[in-house]
């Protein structure tokens, strides 16, 4: 009889055929569940200290020089409470709380482990009041404008008005605004004649020149341009040290260091008198 026909070869073959078994995928899916059931376990562990009371913050350090705010306001704005943990706890979100309140310059954060937080605080010094648009901003001695005043506000600043909005001003406005500002800078330490205390307001004028105005005798006192900060102040603070000297300051009507002669000499001092 001759040979019987049957599909064992083929089905030899076709298991012979199949790639080789892979052993590294079947470790690599026991690594992965191993991890994430570690990766469980740290969560799990991290909620239970977060909710457990061993870190909660139980004292609220508020360190810097306030003037304007006090450490019970700091701390109310850090939004700290009692239950809040250590553990998680964001020092950058406390920081970025605190420093969107506009008389708060910059704060830092820290964690005291296991159960305190430092917070330092360096508040805004207005140097001026900004009068726009009929009212008053505090102004430091950047040129940044960041707060309005409000009712009980400390208002024993210069006054610098005739820039309604700086910022609308482009370059141009920031720049005046900040010779004003430097102009104020260089009587703080000032001599006795010039102050800044005595200094009531700087006002600029639609044809772009500066006003001065004193506290103790309102006369204008006008400046230009303001341009040479530091020499026109020198100048100014000579001028009213003469005046009070000879006893001619209470008579002055007004002083004008702007004053150019016809015939094109420099610029002199013109000095007018009540009678």
Known sequence: MGPMLTNQAPYQARRQSRPPGRPWL????????????????????????????????????VEGELRRLDAPAVQELAGITPQTSLVGFSTAAVRG??????????AQVDRLWPDRVRITVRERRPLALVLRQGSLFYVDARGRIFAPVEP???????????????????????????????????????????????????RLTEEGTWIMFLANRPFPIHLGKMEGVGTLYRRVAKVLETLYKKKLFDDTAYLRLDFRPADHRPVEVLVGMRS
């Open 152 to 202: 009980g506000d400390l208002l024993d600043y210069p006054v610098v008005s005739g820039i309604d909005d700086p910022a609308a001003g482009g370059r141009a406005g920031r720049s005046s605004l900040q010779r004003a500002l430097d102009f104020l800078v260089l009587a703080g330490p000032g001599s006795h004649a010039l102050p800044r205390q005595n200094i009531s307001e700087l």
């Open 97 to 106: 709380r605190l420093e969107a309140h506009p008389w708060i310059e910059r």
């Open 26 to 61: 079947a470790a690599l899916l026991v690594v992965l569940l191993a991890a994430g059931a570690a990766g469980g376990l740290v969560a799990g562990a991290w909620y239970a200290l977060c909710r457990s009371g061993l870190f909660w913050v139980t004292d609220v350090v």
